[in-house]
């Protein structure tokens, strides 16, 4: 189960960083505006994936060492 947690956590920190670059790519060619703007919720999706799967296997690690 850890192996998949860190499998987990891994792809999310490369979707939020994947997409974070295809984002600023967009901004660069076509404008930050409003309308592009919206496309910063998928990086900020996929770092909040990150971040949750980070803590919570943290936390069942501490758990498992008690």
């Known amino acids: 189960m ?32 409003r309308r592009t703007l919206q496309f910063l919720i998928f990086p900020a999706l996929a770092g909040a ?6 803590t919570f296997r943290k936390r069942m690690e501490g758990k498992n060492e008690e």
């Open 2 to 33: 850890r192996k998949v947690s860190i499998w987990m956590e891994r792809f999310w920190l490369t979707m939020a960083v994947g997409s974070f670059l295809v984002v600023l790519y967009i901004f660069f060619t076509e404008g930050a505006d």
């Open 49 to 54: 994936m990150f971040g949750f799967r980070y």
